[in-house]
């Protein structure tokens, strides 16, 4: 059986379900700023889609949505792709 999810420690620079909602937000945010939107995004994405738990998908989604409305007013935090 192929597994198509390959998770690596840090790459949510410490995201865990336990911690405080403005905690998880700053966090995030913080990461977007060093990483870029997609590639943050993308690793939400992937969390939710493959946990059991429903907890982590509430909260990563609620994320998500966090983060887009924040980047999309202010897309100060994007890396540009093409010049």
């Known amino acids: 059986m192929k597994k198509w999810a390959h998770f690596e420690s840090g790459k949510l620079g410490g995201w865990s379900k336990s911690l405080l909602q403005s905690k998880r937000r700053s966090l995030l945010e913080r990461l977007v700023k060093r990483d870029g939107y997609a590639p943050v995004i993308r690793r939400l994405l992937q969390l939710r889609n493959v946990t059991k738990d429903q907890e982590t998908a509430k909260k ?12 999309r007013e202010h897309p100060v935090g994007r890396k540009r792709v093409c010049s």
Do not use: I
């Open 60 to 71: 990563a989604t609620a994320d998500m949505l966090h983060l887009k409305k924040v980047f």
